[in-house]
């Protein structure tokens, strides 16, 4: 005679497949954090290094000067932001200066026209 025994007749089989299902699942669960430790770290590695300097800049004479300039420095790879003025014949400029610095930003500036001074 043949007996047909199911896992889930027996409360002792029953324990054992509900054990293994936690262990399987602790074990996914832990997977995930560590892939998501990883994420954590890389993007650590890649952070930027972000630097703000306030530029002294001659030559600008109107608002249409200060959106040349803008338009020049942002292009330049790096640049977060700028924002200059010509009352104050500044340019604020955040960047990267990993990619870039404030030399590559002063040559822009004085390929497009303008007298740059350095940084103020």
Sequence with gaps: MVKTVFLGSNPKNMKTLFFIFLI?????????KSSETDKTAQSATTTVANKTVTLAIEGM???GCENTIQEVVTKIPGITEIK????DSTA?????STKTSVSAIGDAITEAGYDFKGEK
Excluded at 24 to 32: N, P
């Design 84 to 87: 200059a003025s010509h009352l």
């Design 61 to 63: 004479t109107c608002s």
């Design 92 to 96: 604020v400029v955040s960047f990267d």
């Design 24 to 32: 399987s699942a602790f074990i996914s669960g832990c997977a995930g």
